[in-house]
């Protein structure tokens, strides 16, 4: 299944959860428009959004999450081995982790939650990470799949912006599994960046699916018009 992503677009069919977008039918629609116009593939958040793009696109990778804010922590992306378990049950091909090194919840470990993902759920693990150790230690551990995701959203890298080109550039020459570009890409150029890098595949979302974002982006314009 890794063959049909490599060298093509991941699109992520996200929403805030306090948007009218945030609806398991029209994420799965999302999904569809985004296969249609050539994607290969599609990240989705959340068992129900899933259960649904799956019902609707039964033959589509799904590179599969659930957020989940925890007290305490500040991993979020499939934080615990039974968030990734509802993930696999709802249709995920592949399960994303938070795989930093920052603490877990029930004194889990990445190197842990990877393993049940492999032995308990027979899936493929997306390891997020945030910078080169984080993705040393996740490949040390069996992740089948590295993505830039969290760099530039973590404490460590806060003061970085996506996308992490260096850090893209460090994954491909040193480690052996796929690497997946995923933050900050904005265009088609920069998704051919990351390609010319040697990106296994990229990820794109706010730019392609990022309807609430854009069109505050825009509003502030107005807003600024209309104080003057």
């Known amino acids: 299944m890794l063959k049909t992503l490599e060298k093509r677009l991941i699109v992520s069919c996200q929403a805030p959860i306090d948007s009218p977008l945030h609806d398991p039918q ?11 116009q050539g ?22 990778p799904i590179i599969g999450l659930w957020k989940q804010q925890i007290p305490d ?16 049950e709802a249709g995920a091909d592949i399960i994303a982790i938070d795989a930093t090194l920052r603490d877990r919840p029930q004194r889990e470990t990445a190197a842990g939650l990877i ?23 996740a490949v040390e551990a069996g992740a089948d799949i590295i993505g830039t995701t969290l760099y530039g959203y973590t ?28 933050g900050g890409i904005s265009s088609p150029e920069m998704a051919k960046k990351a390609l010319d890098l040697g990106a296994y595949a ?7 699916t990022g309807i609430d974002l854009k069109v505050k982006a ?3 314009v107005f807003d600024a018009i209309e104080k003057r």
């Open 26 to 36: 029209i994420i799965a629609a999302i999904a569809q428009a985004s296969i249609l």
């Open 39 to 60: 994607a290969a593939g599609v990240r989705i958040d959340t068992p129900s959004h899933i259960k649904v793009t799956r019902q609707k696109l039964p033959k589509t």
């Open 73 to 88: 922590y500040e991993v979020y992306i499939t934080p615990r081995f039974q968030d990734a378990v509802a993930i696999a």
């Open 115 to 137: 393993a049940n993902i492999h032995d308990k759920l027979g899936k493929l693990v997306m390891a997020d990470i945030d910078d080169l150790e984080s993705a040393i230690k």
């Open 155 to 182: 404490p460590s890298t806060s003061q970085n912006n996506p996308p992490g080109w260096e850090l893209l550039s460090q994954i491909v020459e040193k480690l052996p599994v796929p690497a997946i570009c995923e």
């Open 202 to 208: 990229v990820v794109v979302g706010t730019a392609i």
């Open 218 to 220: 825009f509003q502030t």
